[in-house]
């Protein structure tokens, strides 16, 4: 299976900025487009942003648009979220994975397993 190891997570002020970082594990990153998801207490996990192999990038929640920026670094095998203007409503476990992208939706391909993710918890 495909793994990732997620970081970067921690506990910022409304406003603030974070940057995840996305590892892959023991596979060749620039096959597979890349999605951040996350989950916040009591809901779904939802897609967030994701990334195709040529760097395109897809933001799956308007709520995100302008705020956070996905992008890929093949050589370092990683995958960042850069979030800024963080909101209280961004607290959430945030996790990585290998997708295929579908009307604008980011979808896990079953091969790629869920990490233990990273916490951003967005209080003042």
């Known amino acids: 299976q495909l793994q990732f190891v997620e970081s970067g997570g921690g506990l910022v002020q409304p406003g603030g900025s974070l940057r995840l970082s996305c590892v892959a594990s023991?596979?060749?990153?620039?096959?597979?487009?890349v999605g951040w998801f996350r989950q916040a207490p009591g809901k779904e996990r939802e897609g967030v942003s994701c990334?195709?192999?040529?760097?395109?990038?897809?933001n799956a929640k308007d709520s995100v648009k302008d705020r956070f920026t996905i992008s890929r670094d093949n050589a370092k095998k990683t995958v960042y979220l850069q979030m800024n203007s963080l909101k209280p409503e961004d607290t959430a476990v945030y996790y990585c994975?290998?997708?295929?992208?579908?009307?604008?939706?980011?979808?896990?391909?079953?091969?790629?397993?869920w990490g233990q993710g990273t916490q951003v918890t967005v209080s003042s």
């Open positions: 990334i195709t192999t040529s760097g395109g990038s897809i």
């Open positions: 994975a290998a997708v295929i992208i579908v009307q604008r939706k980011c979808v896990r391909i079953s091969s790629s397993a």
């Open positions: 023991e596979f060749n990153l620039d096959y597979y487009n």
